[in-house]
């Protein structure tokens, strides 16, 4: 059984990594903010993860059970963004033919 | 030590059985929810790219101090259920699992008022989308998204917070009630769970709903 | 006939009362047998397939004309959103799962219940709840969104009660995920000694395929629809384009969930079609491993494909193409398990029982099913073909004549076990024929038409379409003879049907080895597994024996 201690350390390293980020939050990082919060956070999940929710004890199914949840999520975000991430980005090959006025002509209905 | 009506629950033959099939049930729920919450969070990074002035803008609007000293309460409350789920497992005086229920309660409860406070301050403020929605310095459109973004995840965070704190609620009855110690602490420790979960949820909600735009 | 050795010992014969033995509507309503759960699901989902089918057959008479002569357009749309609703929500998705699945996973395993029946129980009174509010949905003046429910017509312009047919949806998907949560858990915890993963029959590796989809992919549309409705309630969203929304999130979102829901609508069947095949071939199944990692990597293959379901929406030309990769991807499994269900039935000596006859069709449709998908899944095919009959015709022939044909096959084969009574052999084939040409006829047309560039989703079409779509209805009309004669024959054999007795197709499975229909705990005795799962042995074999 985990000692009382081990807990309250964990909860003590949540508390300061609490003040980091919202200190952190507030030095101009420019798009670095977005990161260091994001991997703040990683860091509290994973000490929440292993050590609240006893992933560190856990048995190798138990493990790919919670590997999965998250797994499955970042397949749904990076197959998504691979389509709102590369829309509008223009086709040489057919942009060069479209007419540049929009007023008469319009593209045939698909 | 064992209560004689301490038995597993049919179909189960031994507590270590009933113990592990019920941690892998609840980590193949806590799955589920974890995309459950997905799409709103991927909602979020789309219009993040497609607005990010307006969500900068719209973030700095939120309050950053409740919100931290809500994010405190939570981790400090995952704290306090760790240690009645230990005091379950050790078969321990349900005094002292009702002890620990009972400050994570509180803490929950006032994670809930802060919440509310939180939420009418917004409101008066006209943030809250709709026909009123007005914020000075953005695009209202971009904006309202974001605050769109804002009611809909932590209310459905703080739907999760309620029924948590409902369970518990119940829990602290079972605590003083059972007398099947082992069969409680097996359910202590899935309630544990969900709770960490509601925590972990939040540790991903705060940096993206309050900290945006901080540093301009 | 050929020798076979069950996967462990036969159950002595059973002296106590079966689990049909109390009658009282209690009984049946607080129950948290598993076998009692399935029969619940299999009367429920009946109903709904008969109301899904009323549906249909309207929509049929009315194509039998290029003219609108039945129905406005308005009801056209409602039924065909909800024949679309009924089958996809509420038959095709708890068909093969809840009621087989139910009924047998822990027979298979050698358990007494699923891991956890009382929310076993819980997840069919959320099924008929969430059904109950969607056919109030239909009642109170419909839906005309399609089952898809694209934004942001269905969240901002249609009329109809969208909100209370999403929820419907949303609270019958908590039933579907509480089932795949307790088959998962029941497969890791409960087999019976001696009983390692690779002994397991195909039928248990499909199901808990599907339920790895059940619990990762049913939340997403969970919380899709409840944006849904938010959005329509409001008026405020994230799926609105007039207000800075993006209505192809929505459809991320939504196919996200739905492509693979096919595969919820067809992993089962093909575990339901291994057990037939080596049965009725009297043959282990040719490679068993490779078909049982085949429907994991189905099940996990089929989340990365979504999009090729928006390959003419505003999707970008790069997404299309992973998409379209990836697609091509899922035939290999799928391929890998028609083949191997060939090699199997390829020199074994052949029993044609009625199942036999349905898992063939299935063979059949599916093939073709599978392999115009992958018309679908190429770019600039799918350009010319979206939104036609073809895909019409293409999901049909998977979900219809891949999983209804699979559904019916599973139960004549379970129907000994399940009741204890033989149905009769006859009309039984009969059906499957019916059903089988009644299909082809309803559908195969409907490729021509799709290709002929006839859109689906009216019932008004140009003339020339009219001796197609008059061959359609005409095997619509076929279809609904087969569907109907096994409701006949099977309740007969209720009453009249001969004595099963514990194993009639000498099949191997642990439920093969308890009384028909089994006692409430499943097993008398303890089942301790001793063999290989598909023991038979053909007829040569068995003379040099």
């Known amino acids: 059984m985990t000692p009382v201690r081990h807990y309250a350390l964990v909860c003590g390293a949540l508390l300061v990594l609490l003040l980091l980020t919202v200190g952190a939050a507030y030095v101009n990082l420019g798009p670095f903010n977005v990161a260091a919060a994001m991997l703040i956070s990683l860091m509290k999940a994973a000490l929440i993860l292993l050590f609240f929710m006893h992933v560190r004890q856990a048995g190798p199914v138990l493990r790919l059970f919670v590997f999965i949840g998250f797994f499955w999520l970042a397949l749904l975000i990076s197959l998504s963004l691979s389509d709102f991430l590369t829309r509008g980005v223009p086709d040489k090959s057919t942009a060069d033919q479209r007419p540049s006025t929009s007023g008469e002509t319009k593209p045939p209905a698909p | ?56 803008t719209a973030s700095r609007h939120t309050l950053i101090l409740a ?150 | 006939m050929s020798i076979s050795t069950p996967q462990a010992e036969m159950q002595p014969p059973l002296e106590g009362p079966d689990y049909l033995h109390e009658h009282s509507v209690r009984s049946w309503l607080l129950t948290t047998d598993h076998k009692r759960i399935g029969i619940l699901y299999l009367v429920s989902i009946t109903l709904f397939f008969l109301i899904g089918g009323v549906a249909v057959t309207m929509m049929r008479m009315e194509l039998l004309t290029p003219q609108g002569d039945l129905f406005a357009s308005s009801t056209y749309n409602k039924l065909f959103t909800m024949h679309g609703v009924i089958m996809v929500w509420f038959f095709l998705i708890p068909s093969v799962p809840s009621v087989l699945g139910n009924f047998l996973l822990p027979m298979m395993l050698g358990a007494r219940d699923v891991a956890f029946p009382r929310l076993n129980l819980l997840s069919w009174y959320l099924f008929m709840a969430g059904a109950a509010l969607a056919l109030w949905a239909i009642i109170h003046g419909g839906v005309d969104t399609g089952w898809t429910f694209y934004t942001p017509y269905s969240s901002t312009y249609a009329n109809g009660h969208v909100i209370a047919m999403v929820m419907g949806v949303f609270i019958a998907g908590f039933g579907s995920i509480i089932t795949g949560l307790n088959f998962i858990v029941t497969t890791h915890k409960l087999r019976a000694p001696g009983l390692i993963w690779f002994r397991l029959p195909l039928f248990v590796w499909s199901l808990y395929a599907t339920s790895i989809i059940l619990v990762l992919a049913t939340p997403v549309l969970a919380i899709t629809l409840v944006l849904v409705a938010l959005e329509r309630a409001f008026g405020i969203g994230i799926f609105n384009p007039a207000i800075g929304g993006d209505p192809l999130l929505f459809q991320h979102l939504f196919w996200f969930y739905s492509h693979p829901a096919v595969y919820i609508m067809i992993l089962p069947g093909m575990g339901v079609t291994s057990e037939i095949i080596a049965c009725f071939a009297r043959k282990q199944v040719f490679g068993y491993r490779i078909v049982a990692y085949a429907s994991i990597a189905i099940a996990v293959l089929g989340f990365l494909v979504w999009g090729h379901h928006m390959f003419v929406s505003s999707q970008s030309i790069y997404a299309g193409m992973i998409f379209s990769l990836l697609s091509f991807l899922v035939s290999i499994p799928s391929a890998i398990k028609v083949f191997n269900w060939t090699a199997t039935l390829y020199r074994g000596s052949i029993w044609f029982q009625t199942p036999l006859l349905y898992a063939l069709g299935f063979l059949g449709l599916f093939t073709i099913g599978g392999l115009t998908g992958l018309f679908l899944a190429a770019l600039a ?100 003879v087969g569907y109907l004669l096994p409701l006949v024959y099977l309740l007969w054999s209720l009453r009249y049907g001969r004595d099963a007795g514990p194993n009639p197709w000498q099949a191997t499975g642990l439920e093969w080895t308890t009384a028909s229909p089994p006692p409430e705990e499943n097993f008398t005795i303890a089942p301790v597994v001793t063999e290989d799962p598909y023991n038979y042995h053909p007829t040569e074999e068995a003379a040099d024996a």
């Open chain 2, 1 to 56: 030590m064992s209560h004689p009506s301490d038995s597993t629950a049919p179909p189960f033959t031994s507590f270590s059985q009933q113990r592990e099939a019920a941690t892998l049930g609840m980590w193949g729920f806590l799955g589920m929810e974890v995309l459950f919450f997905g799409p709103m969070f991927l909602g979020y990074i789309v219009f993040r790219i497609n607005f990010p002035d307006a969500f900068m």
């Open chain 3, 381 to 480: 095919v799918d350009v010319h073909l979206t939104d036609t009959y073809f895909v019409v015709a293409h999901f049909h022939y998977i979900m219809v004549g891949g999983m209804v044909m699979a559904y019916l096959g599973g139960l004549h084969f379970w129907w000994p076990k399940i009741t204890g009574k033989l149905y009769p052999e006859w009309p039984a084939k009969l059906s499957a024929l019916f059903i089988f040409g009644g299909f082809n006829l309803t559908f195969f047309p409907q490729f021509i038409l799709g290709y002929l560039g006839m859109p689906r989703r009216y019932h008004i079409y140009a003339p020339e379409f009219q001796t197609l779509n008059v061959l359609s209805s005409a095997g619509a009309s076929i279809l609904a």
């Open chain 2, 67 to 216: 919100g931290g000293v809500n994010t405190a309460l939570l981790l400090i409350s995952s704290f306090t259920m760790a240690l009645a789920v230990r005091s379950a497992n050790l078969l321990e005086d349900s005094a002292k699992v009702v002890r620990s229920l009972l400050v994570t309660l509180l803490l929950g409860g006032a994670f809930v008022g802060i919440k509310c406070f939180e939420y009418s301050h917004e409101i008066h403020e006209g943030l809250l989308p709709g026909a009123s929605f007005h914020l000075d310095g953005a695009d209202p459109q971009q904006a309202q998204m974001f605050f769109y973004l804002y009611f809909l995840m932590t209310g459905m965070h703080l739907l999760h917070v309620i029924i948590g704190l409902g369970l518990i609620a119940v829990f602290i009855l079972r605590a003083k009630l059972t007398v099947r110690k082992e069969r409680f602490s097996i359910a202590m420790e899935q309630l544990g769970l969900y709770w960490h979960f509601v925590d972990l949820v939040w540790v991903f909600l705060f940096p993206l709903i309050y900290l945006g735009g901080r540093a301009a």
